[in-house]
């Protein structure tokens, strides 16, 4: 028995569960250097054929465009939104306010399938399906849970005596939210902004219901490029996604933490 | 007789403007965008190259911008979610879906002035509702299988029931998919019903096929599946089996069965309240004129729906318009199916699906 | 303060509470053939749902296909989250958030990637054609075995997020400590760790539970049309057959069997915690 209970063979069962759990992704790494037109593993002939096709792919090309444009204004909107409310249910000493925050959370509790469908049909009597706002709408249902949910326990470990000593000393409630409360708050809001910006980026079912002629995302058309073709682009897009968010999840790390910023 | 009259009329004027004559009967050209909402897939590429691109340097004030559908189903759901503010101009979609978005008023009458090569069509390519899209293209249903796995090769739909293409060597679109559709209709005739009445003979005949079904739904289509060897035989329409069958070297045999056939249409309309109805318009007059006929009809053997079309006859052969292939065809009443496709659908993923 | 609450309330009336006040009011509409709505007040969906023995059977395999994969989540990501929890190595946060990592990527690019694991001509077969094990390749996809697999992977980062969690409450000392006083390494596990990590059990199984019941992608990438789920068949009533009415009728079950779900849990974990 070695220390701490890491038998030989209990570490072997652990590495395999890992290899288990990335295969997908080492898998769509490896296909996207194949250059055949279908889909078999090993390929046929390695290359980057695929990368190539992907670059001049325009469809792809304008989807990405639109997720990122959509999630941007999600993240935007979704903090604009999401921190006053916080703050107020943090800081504020109405009744109900544990209420208000279950209500906040409740759309993490839908059913993206129900969710997309329950905005279809609303959106198709208010001329919203198929278009940025609606879309921008439905993705602002989906984050800001995450955002009132992380700020407020964010704002809960900052303990109101900063605020209290910063009054005392004479300063207006505006300036000490600026001064002490809201760099104080940093994290949160970083961790949150970058969540809202990966889901939304990343949404898909609810999007699908949403989508249309003139305005579709990214994940949705990678869903209909699956479906209707079996070559290895998709994994060549998916390589590429993965190395923008790897990048994105370093820098946030690099700058607040990726579990502090996550308000763990 | 004055509809006689009327035809030869307006024949005599399309030619005239196919001929390039300078003939300004349009007051001013149409321009702006349209969006195009047709299949996906192989459908979209060869259509993209074969029409659209065609169209836009022959117009060069329109852009038309192609919105690929799942299926018709799919797209009429999006009709509807859109109604007020239509995202799509002009839809390619089956004619049993198509009758349902003309009654719902989804989309509108065409300008007979607006689209002359109307006048073109085959009697069979006829709009089924006055005024509202034509055909657009002809195909049928085939039996599709694996030259190099699949010896004797399969002559008919009976030929699938045999012990070897069990277990899960087949590839079937479910209903409510048009080729669901098409074969139990197929599948009820062969064994002695007919489809108006009931479609209990066919749904049992189906039921024993099960075992040999590996999906029901095939990622990305049967043909790929069939090419790659993931299954050895499916059923199929004859103008993309066509294409695969030469796209993979003759390793995708195709079949015009002997114990009967389909006819498939698709339509194509104008969109209620659509933005540019001038510049859709002006797309479904040269979708279904001479030109893109040809060009469709030679590079994915669709059957051609215009009569003028001169059509290269290894090409024309290998379309549902050859006659041998018409003499095969059992007669459809889309218009019935469609108001009795939900039922099946609910046969078919009760007593079918397995 | 109440009117910093006025932007996000907002957003929850309009594009949450309304939309599912809608979908209750669409689920008592009457759907006729071909698609079309007629207005009515009427429980003739909910009465056609549960006395069909075809949607009796559909939710039965959708509980199964969840608790299934519930089950095969929690016992891959177990074993990961207890060697977590006793690797002593700065390496451990490294490797906790590779674990959680695949939340990263998007759920249709990962199923994409069993795909091509799993196919006829994927990873697997060709692996066990090229040491002869299989002359025929073994059918992985399209059917239910593709399924699991795929939605298993999926939803095991979920619960090794809830594991990893609740390890982190537990000293590490508590182990060592039973086994000091002699207990066997399997007892110690059985008696002091086990039921120390059951929240962390519970959290994620419930996690699991409502995602996987509530999955879309994957059994529809790789069910081959005939692993039903209640979210496959929601869309395909709202999509592909048009029946909207039917379609809000299955989301309701749905939301009801979440809220049955959710109230057992907090009944349980008020029992255990």
Known sequence: MESHGLSKPFVALVVALYVFLLSPLAITLAISFSNDPFLGFPPEQWGTRWYGVLLGNPRFLAAFQNSLAIAATTMAVGLAAGIPAAYAIARGSFPGRDALLALFTAPLLLPSIVLGLALLLVFSQLNLASTFHGLVLAHLVVTLPYVVRIVTVGLSTIRPEYEEAAMTLGASPWRVFRRVTLPLMVPGIVGSAALTFLVSFDEVVVSLFLVGPRLTTLPVEILRYVETRTDPQVAALSVILIAITVALVVLIERSVGVMRALGR | ?354 | MAALLVPALAIVAAAFLYPVATLLRMSLNEAVSGGAIREAWTIANYVGFFTDSFYLELTGSALLLAGTVTLTSLLVAYPIALFLYRWDSPWRGPLAVLTISPLLVSAVVRTYGWIIILGDRGAVNSILRGVGLAAEPIRMTNNWIGVVVGLTEVLTPYMALALIAGFGRLDRAVEEAAMTLGASPWRTFVRVTLPLSLPGIMLGCLLCFVLAISSFITPRLLGGGRVFTLATEIYEQSMLNLNWPLAATISMVMLVMFGVTLVAYGRLARRIG
């Open chain 2, 1 to 354: 007789m004055s509809r006689i009259t009327h035809t030869l009329g307006m024949a005599a004027f399309a030619a005239a403007l196919s001929l390039g004559a300078a003939v300004p009967a349009l007051a001013q050209e149409p321009s702006g965008e349209i969006t195009l909402n047709a299949y996906s897939g192989i459908f979209q590429d060869n259509y993209q190259a074969a029409v659209v691109e065609p169209f836009m340097r022959r117009f060069p004030n329109i852009r038309v911008t192609y919105f690929p559908g799942q299926n018709s189903a799919q797209m009429l759901g999006q009709l509807r979610a859109q109604r007020a503010s239509p995202q799509s101009d002009v839809v390619i979609m089956d004619v049993s879906v198509q009758r349902v978005a003309n009654d719902e008023g989804l989309f509108a009458r065409l300008d007979p002035a607006l689209v002359p090569n109307l006048a073109q069509l085959f009697d069979l390519a006829r709009p089924a509702q006055e005024g509202f899209g034509p055909a657009v293209t002809f195909d049928h249903l085939t039996v599709i299988y694996n030259t190099q796995t699949v010896n004797p090769a399969p002559t008919s739909l009976r030929d699938l029931w045999d012990a070897r293409f069990r277990p899960s060597r087949l590839a079937i679109l479910a209903a409510p998919d048009i080729v669901g559709l098409a074969f139990t209709i197929l599948v009820n005739h062969t064994n002695g019903g007919d489809y108006r009445q009931n479609i209990d003979a066919g749904i049992r005949r189906l039921q024993e096929l099960a075992p040999s079904v590996q999906t029901w739904n095939p990622n990305p289509d049967p043909y790929t599946l069939v090419v790659n060897g993931t299954v050895q035989a499916a059923i199929g329409w004859n103008a993309r089996s066509q294409l695969y069958a030469t796209q993979s070297q003759g390793r995708l045999g195709v079949v015009l069965p002997q114990d009967g056939s389909a006819f498939q249409i698709n339509t194509i309309s104008l969109v209620a309240n659509s933005r540019n109805p001038r510049a859709a318009q002006a797309f479904i007059n040269y979708a279904i004129g001479p030109e893109a006929q040809k060009a469709f009809t030679e590079r994915m053997f669709y059957g051609p729906v215009n009569r003028t079309a001169t059509i290269a006859p290894e090409a024309l052969a290998r379309t549902a318009a050859a006659p041998e292939n018409m003499a095969r065809m059992v007669a459809i009443d889309w218009a019935l199916v469609a108001t009795l496709r939900d039922r099946w659908n609910e046969r078919w993923r009760r007593e079918v699906i397995r």
